[in-house]
């Protein structure tokens, strides 16, 4: 079969590009030893994921290596499977970074000096008011048959090469670095291939178990089969994001994916709580369906937060519109805040303690009244690992909710687990507990 070919003008250097089939696969490696012992989280991996499926391109595999040139070479190898790989990491000027001899080797290539790259790298360290040294020189080294990515907010460019029938994408593993490269890199080589779309929608499910769930829509799921419709189910507590996808071109799919969003709505009733974009997904999903419920209701809200130091705060204004709904907060970490600020009382602080039902009540009803708002909820407890009694173990924590005239307190055990764990678990509950009252109204 003849292969046909398009020329594209990339930056300052040109090349030619397969059209490549479609339903085309990926690979992702991730090059780093910071990744494997758990120092550094790989978020490239997901945002990589994310982008490739957006533009049509489904990823088959991710790999993460270490910084050895046996392990990366394998991990290439592996990639000749497909037809696509991108790979992050060990780009830098330091002698642990190998990614690019490792690869010259596999492509059996060399790295020359490229001049317009290094001019890049001095305007950079211009405008930073840095000179070149011999390591930032060494940064503009790329493989002499490569096509290069420049790189704009950073000293390493990327590189485009290609092997066999397989294309292969180097990227620097600095995400603010590589995120602007990948999306540069996929406008073009979108317009050059003919991919199938990929198309995912998101509903979001509340206060039923997975369980449940799946009894209570099994004859719904078993209907998307007919429509080449994949289910899948991501539980998070009591909240489930149900994913459908389609992988392939079918006509008029969207329709009828709005239609079955639509039944299933019907089916859930109140439990149905909203939907979501899958390139707009939100890393706390409760938080922005919280913030719809009261945007619909035209409600404000306001948190009293001692034990959870502004971490249900920091959900909510993660999210973009929050500020039409929360006004405000108080982190009242010592009691001379809950006191002179939030009016939490002497004698309540002596008697009861911060955390109790009492100073709770005191702490939401105070900042309510300070901010203004529709409902308020306070939260004060021990997050540990120090500061638990008998009485009073690590992971107690009291919340009071007040929504309009109506005040409520519940206390929660958590449990004696590390502290990150019992101020999400606080988060998570907090959050919950409000979307909940909202929706029972």
């Known amino acids: 079969m003849l292969k046909r070919f398009q020329y594209l003008k990339l930056k300052h250097t040109y090349f ?14 991730n090059i780093g030893d910071e990744l494997l012992i758990g120092q550094v989280v790989n978020t490239n991996a997901s945002y990589i ?24 070479l394998n991990a ?88 066999n029938n397989t294309t292969f994408v180097s990227l620097p593993g600095v995400p603010f670095e590589m995120k602007p490269m990948i999306q540069e890199f ?52 009591n909240l489930i994001r149900l994913r459908l996808s389609v992988y392939s071109e079918i006509p008029n799919i969207e329709d009828t994916l709005n239609q079955k969003i639509s039944e299933l709505k019907n089916i859930l009733g109140k439990h149905f709580v909203g939907e979501e974009e899958f390139e707009h997904t ?5 938080a922005k369906i919280l913030i719809q419920k009261l945007k619909e209701k035209k409600w404000t809200i306001s948190f009293a937060e001692s034990c959870t130091g502004g971490s249900i705060s920091a959900a ?3 999210i973009a519109g929050a500020s ?46 300070l901010l203004r708002t529709d409902i308020a909820l306070s939260v004060s407890g ?5 500061g638990g009694t008998p009485e009073k173990p690590i992971g107690t924590v009291w919340m009071c909710l007040i929504i309009q005239d109506k005040i409520q307190t519940k206390l929660f055990q958590f449990g004696n687990n590390s502290r990150e764990y019992i101020i999400e678990s606080a988060v998570f509950n907090a959050l919950a507990w409000i979307l909940k009252s909202i929706l029972e109204l």
């Not at 030619?16 to 490696?29: E, S, V």
């Not at 719904?220 to 080449?228: G, R, V």
């Not at 021990?382 to 120090?386: D, F, K, L, Q, W």
Request: glycine fraction near 6%; proline fraction near 3%.
């Open 186 to 237: 996929l406008k073009l080589f979108s317009k050059e291939n003919a991919l199938d779309k990929i198309i995912h929608k998101t509903v979001f499910v509340f206060g039923i178990p997975e369980s449940e769930l799946a009894i209570k829509i099994e004859n719904w799921e078993n209907e998307l089969k007919k429509h080449h419709i994949h289910l899948a189910y991501l539980p998070n507590r």
């Open 324 to 369: 039409e709904v929360f006004n405000g907060s108080i982190v009242s970490y010592s009691n001379d805040v809950k006191h002179t600020i939030l009016g939490v009382s002497s004698d309540t602080l002596n008697k009861y303690g911060a955390v109790s039902k009492e100073c709770v009540e005191e702490m939401a009803t105070g900042v309510k009244k």
């Open 49 to 72: 994921a994310k982008q490739l499926n957006l533009y049509g391109i489904f990823v088959d595999e991710i790999v993460v290596v270490k910084d050895d040139k046996t392990a990366i």
């Open 76 to 163: 290439l190898n592996k990639g000749l499977n497909y037809q696509l790989v991108i790979i992050t990491g060990g780009l830098g000027p330091t002698k642990d970074d190998i990614t690019k001899h490792t690869l010259a080797e596999f492509m059996e290539d060399k790295l020359i000096e490229d001049k317009v790259v290094l001019k890049d790298i001095e305007n950079l360290l211009t405008s930073r008011g840095r000179t070149m040294n011999k390591l930032n020189k060494q940064q503009a080294l790329v493989l002499s048959q490569c096509k290069v990515l420049r790189n704009y907010v950073g000293t390493a460019p990327g590189m485009i090469m290609k092997k």
């Open 316 to 318: 909510i204004t993660k």
């Open 382 to 386: 021990i997050a540990g690992p120090t």
């Open 282 to 286: 939100e890393d706390n999903p409760l």
């Open 16 to 29: 030619f590009l397969d059209i490549c089939p479609k339903n085309m696969k990926a690979l992702i490696i």
